[in-house]
């Protein structure tokens, strides 16, 4: 069982940035399969981005050119660095790993922008 915690969520203004933080409960090192999620209200959960054990990074078209997904395997820590927020980008976003045939979530973090 792996536990994740999501933070660095809250309110910021259109334009301004933000930077999401996925702290594992466990050695991240040798998970491939990493990546951030969310959820608009009354919306379907969307993949936003994706990053491998080799640091290959991915993004959905929405957020490609705004949004950095990283990894930190020795503090076991998943970030997402938002910048150039605008409203469509209002979400619960989620940290999401795939191991060995699972797939664990984390709670959570509530991203709101502000026009």
């Known amino acids: 069982q792996v536990q994740l915690v999501e933070s660095g969520g809250g309110l910021v203004q259109a334009g301004g940035s933000l930077r999401l933080s996925c702290a594992a409960s466990a050695d991240i090192s040798s998970i491939n399969a990493m990546a951030w999620y969310r959820q608009a209200p009354g919306k379907q959960r969307d993949w936003v981005a994706g990053?491998?054990?080799?640091?290959?990074?991915n993004y959905a078209d929405s957020v490609k050119g705004r949004f950095t997904i990283s990894r930190d395997n020795a503090q076991n820590t998943l970030y997402l660095q938002m910048t150039s927020l605008n409203p469509e980008d209002t979400s619960t976003y989620y940290c999401?790993?795939?191991?060995?045939?699972?797939?664990?979530w984390g709670k959570g973090i509530l991203v709101t922008v502000s026009s």
């Open positions: 990053i491998t054990r080799s640091g290959n990074t």
């Open positions: 999401n790993i795939y191991v060995n045939g699972m797939s664990y």
